[in-house]
């Protein structure tokens, strides 16, 4: 079983940073595309941004989020990253880290093989 472990969330004004990070001992992290995605209250979870499996990967992000955060990964520390700046109300949620089928870049849900169990990231007004 894969486990994947998020830290980093917590609470930030608006205009605030963040850094999230998911850490996992699975060797074979470096194989396999990753993504971050998010669920607020009452919503569905959704895509937020993904990278494909090398350590300067391809990237892609929802609009929502396009010049605001940046993933990246460290295939040496096994950890996914994901910076949040000019954080936004909008902006709360859980934040999931996802592992996908195989190398390419996370899109959607339907790529993710495995999830972690979640960070709270809360943006005051």
């Known amino acids: 079983q894969v486990q994947l472990v998020e830290s980093g969330g917590g609470l930030v004004q608006a205009g605030g940073s963040l850094r999230l990070s998911c850490a996992t001992s699975e060797r074979t992290f470096s194989n396999y595309g990753m993504g971050w995605f998010r669920q607020a209250p009452e919503k569905e979870r959704e895509f937020v941004a993904g990278?494909?499996?090398?350590?300067?990967?391809?990237?892609y992000y929802v609009d929502s989020v396009k010049g605001r955060f940046t993933i990246s990964r460290d295939n040496a520390k096994n950890t996914l990253y994901l910076q949040m700046n000019s954080l936004k109300p909008e902006d709360t949620a859980v934040y999931y880290c996802?592992?996908?089928?195989?190398?390419?870049?996370?899109?959607?849900?339907?790529?993710?093989?495995?999830w972690g169990q979640g960070t709270q990231v809360t943006v005051s007004s």
């Open positions: 990278i494909s499996w090398w350590s300067s990967g391809s990237t």
């Open positions: 996802a592992r996908g089928h195989g190398r390419g870049i996370v899109k959607s849900a339907r790529e993710v093989d495995y």
